[in-house]
């Protein structure tokens, strides 16, 4: 092969290379990614975030039957329930009502309901003295300093006369039953005061609403009452609020959530549950105490209980829940003691049984604490 010709294929055999790799990169410039293959991942391996941003919902639907009268105390039940908070955890709640303690306790030990409202009193503390197995496990009405909802009320008749505590001596009280939560915050009322039973008259009036019209007639002097029946008569000029609950009893535990030894014994069910509960507790607490979504809060109380005028909502006291379901453990022991001196117990209560913290406890480091 002559020189030119070897020059001339030389050429040629690198053009060749040149144009392949300039074709190269234009198919390489000009390809569109390959779509990527969905890949169908069978249900049971699936991940979906839990509708409550925690726990999971339960596997299968749970109905929750709860003892409660449409106390406004039981704000947390009723909130849960509208919000959805109970539905996130795939839990259905039922309002049952009770004509009195009595027939709700036996039916709440024997699991026929799983969660109720109670209140102090000495009856309900000889029924678990007495082998009725229930738990106390969480707040249910305690009063805010400074805006109690269960506190003392006077006639106009004595506006002039009763300034102080001490003033009470010799004035007519009435109080709606004795070894009860009535009877307590009555007792420690009077030992602030410094009196005793006999330098007052105890008045016996089992129905809040009848104080109203004796306050107003003035066959009593001040009476122990409670919302919305002070707020309403306030309004009407029956009486004057008189000081506060917490002037004398700081840390009173009012009402209590109780629950079946049966219901305590499924935490799946039980900590979900709580954990509801106490989400519709700081939505109360938000509205009431912070103004947040407060309108919204006061349509599901207007539904729910027996005050049916929103614009009262803005005039009562309400009652305190506490955001985490504390209790005023010690003071629920007190309460049993006073009952106890009182001659009105027979029996000792194991209160480490009775009393159960750890479900709150447990609901508070899931959905955290409140700020």
């Not at 029946?229 to 109780?258: C, W």
């Not at 509801?276 to 539904?303: C, H, P, S, T």
């Amino acid at each position: 092969m002559k020189w030119g010709e070897k020059v001339k294929g030389f050429k040629y055999g690198w053009m060749m290379i040149l144009a392949a790799m300039l074709l190269l990169a234009g198919a390489c410039a000009k390809k569109e990614p390959a779509p990527q293959t969905k890949v169908e991942t069978p249900p049971g391996d699936s991940v979906v975030e839990p509708p409550s941003g925690d726990l999971a919902p339960l596997d299968k639907r749970v109905k929750v039957l709860i003892a409660e009268d449409g106390a406004a105390s039981g704000a947390g039940f009723y909130i849960a329930k509208e919000k959805g908070y109970f539905e996130d955890y795939n839990i259905e709640v039922e309002f049952a009502d009770f004509a009195n303690s009595d027939d709700m306790l036996p039916a709440l030990a024997a699991g026929e309901v799983d969660i109720a409202g109670g209140v102090s009193t000495a009856s309900f503390f000889n029924a678990i003295a007495q082998g009725i197995d229930v738990r106390i496990i969480a707040d249910k009405g305690h009063n805010m300093p400074g805006k109690s909802y269960f506190t003392f009320v006077i006639g106009n008749h004595m506006v002039d006369e009763i300034k102080d505590y001490p003033d009470f001596r010799g004035k007519k009280i009435a109080v709606s039953s004795r070894n009860s939560i009535d009877g307590y915050i009555y007792e420690e009322m009077l030992k602030h005061a410094g009196l005793t039973e006999d330098d007052v008259e105890y008045v016996h009036i089992a129905d809040f609403g009848s104080m109203l019209g004796a306050i107003n007639a003035g066959t009593i002097d001040a009476a122990l009452n409670i919302e919305p029946l002070i707020a309403q008569g306030v309004a009407n000029g029956f009486h004057v609020r008189f000081k506060d609950a917490t002037d004398y009893a700081p840390e009173s535990q009012i009402a209590m959530v109780l629950a079946s030894p049966k219901f305590m014994g499924d935490e799946e069910i039980s900590l979900r549950f709580m954990a509801a509960y106490l989400k519709g507790v700081r939505d109360y607490n938000d509205a009431f105490f912070k103004g947040e979504g407060k309108e919204e809060i006061v349509d599901i109380m207007v539904k729910h209980t027996a005050l049916k005028d929103p614009e009262l909502w803005d005039k009562v006291n309400v009652t305190g829940l506490d955001p985490d379901g504390k209790m005023f453990v010690d003071d629920i022991k007190k309460q049993y003691e006073t009952y106890k001196a009182n001659g009105a117990i027979l029996g000792d209560i194991d209160f480490d049984k009775a009393v159960d913290t750890s479900l709150a406890e447990e609901a508070v480091e899931i959905i955290g604490t409140y700020e």
